[in-house]
Every structure is written in C-alpha cells, then in structure tokens.
C-alpha cells in the first residue's frame, strides 16, 4: 500500500509511533480499505508517522516549548463566538478542547510528555517563538498549587492569556489575527475553567497509573491487547475507539478497557459487536467525577453500544481494578 498522507496519525501515535505492524485503520472511501498497516506506511507531512521499534522509544505530545504552547493553539484554531451558527467555542468549550488533547497523550502507548502549564491552560498570548521574549510572556502562574492551603488565592489565578501582542519581530505578521483574540474578554479563561482542567489532567493521570494496559513495553504486547474499532469507510468522523484487552498481559485486574475520544461537538452513540458482553462501566475515577459530561458517560453491554458526549473522552473497564501501579514498577511511564 502507498503512504497515506496525514491519514490517521493520531492512531499511530496512540499504538506507540511504532515502524511494526499494528493495526491501524487506513481505509476511507478513497481507496480500498485495509485493516491494519505498518506505522512507516502512514506518514504526516511527508514523513513516516512510525519510527520506533518499541514503545518505550516514543515520546508522545501535543504541546512542546516550540511554537505556542496548546491552549493557544486552541484559541487560535477555535471557533470565535457568534460567528458560528453554533455561536462559536465558548471559554469552557475551547477548555474541554485542551482536556481532550492531553487525554490523548495522557492515555496513549509510550512515554507521555507534557509541557509546564499545559493542565493550567498556560498561555504564552500566542508567540510562536519566546525565545527571547522574557518572563513577561513565559512566565507560569502556579497559584493553584497552594489553593488548598490558601482558597483565597483562587481569586488570583490566570493563565497569562491577554496581556499584549507578543514580540513583534517574531509575531508581527499575525498581529491583525492575534489581536482582537487577545482583547475578546469572553475568551479569558477564568479561574474555575483552569481548575477544572487542571483536576480533569490529574484524573488522566490516575487513570493511566490505574492499569499496566496502559504502559506496554513491546511491540508484540501492542500486537497482541491494542485494536482500533469505528474504522473503514463508514467509521464516523471526529470518533477514534481504542480497546485494550489483556491476552496475556498483567493488566493489574482490568480485563478489557475501551477509550473512547470524542472529538465532535455533538454526543456519539457507537456500536459493536465487541464490545457485547464485556461487563463494561465507567472507570471509578471518571464516574465519580465532578464533570457531569464525562461522568454520565455510558455503556449498553447487551448491545455494546457506548455513548459519549462531545468534546469527551470516556474510559469504560471490565474486571476489578487491584489498585495504582507503585512507582517502583519497571513498566511505570
């Protein structure tokens, strides 16, 4: 099969970015679909999307030091209110756009990296380089780390969105872009958005910590318990459904987990016949948490039917969770 340009390289990732066969869905309407691919023949901007031979030799991200950091990738490429017959992305909606992003990397194989600030909606008011642009624009406002000891400072929390155009020699080109984003008040996140991303980072965090399906260490172990269902001409755009099964694998109790991303706006009810039967429900930590959308996530097992509101990513398990990996674990990422 030819490479497949910009053609799911989000699964690759999530399957641990390796060159091996693994099964990727690379089909759409068009050319002839085919189950699974080599992570070398998918590429994204003209290069192999797969280059590892391990999944322990993949660092995975979506926010780096480089460019702008995430939440201003998402202010940029979001929707402006009232511009849309939807009315645009509202503050809240661009924050579950940046939660969805991190629970790619939080949940996907290989060694997850985040950039400082990335779960407190860190800005950097959209320099590409700031390099040289100093503590006025790079600087992190820690203010929710001492909260608990201090619920006054929750009055004092930003993210350092909308304090200038940056640096003009590097930015200049896109001021005229940049500057009525910066000035719109109705997109400056206020301190609840940013604690409620930073509380649904560290519940990623636990979920991936909660299950050694998470942290596979060969290519065979992805092989063998990774596979990727809503795939084919018919799949349904904006979905991607990761199932994870222990075959042979110490999944610490979780005998099938099922990650659904959802990166409409709208809910999606997706069925399979594999997912009949499971025992599937919400992982503990997502049904117990204060994000009602993530927590009234569902799973029909008579019919294996899931669904999922938009903007979400959902967790769905089989067995008895035996608690946290301990960090001493050899497969701890």
Known sequence: MPPVDNHHPLHVGLAETCTGPVEVPCGDDSFDYRGSATGSEITYGGQPAGYTASPIEAVNYCSVHDNQPLFDAVQLKSAIPGTTPTNGDSIATRTRRQVLAMSVIALGQGVPFFFGGDDLLRSKDMDDNSYNSGDWFSKVNWTLAEEEQNPSLLSQESDNWGIGLPVENVNGGQWPIMQPLLADPALTPTPQNISVAAEAFQMLLRIRRSSSLFHMATLAEVQNNLHFLNTGPTQIPGLI?????????????????????????????????????????????????????????????????????????????????????????????
Do not use: C, W
């Open 241 to 333: 459904v990761m199932k994870l099964d222990d075959n042979g694998h110490d999944s610490r109790g979780y005998g099938h987990m099922v990650v659904v991303f959802n990166a409409t706006l709208n809910p999606i009810s997706f069925q399979n016949d594999q997912l009949r039967g499971l025992g599937l429900y919400l992982h503990p930590e997502q049904a117990g948490s204060i994000d009602a959308a993530t927590a009234s996530s569902s799973v029909n097992d008579r019919t294996g039917t899931v669904l999922v509101k938009g903007l979400t990513t959902a967790v769905f398990v089989s067995g008895g969770g035996l608690g946290s990996l301990p960090f001493g674990d050899s497969n701890h990422r």
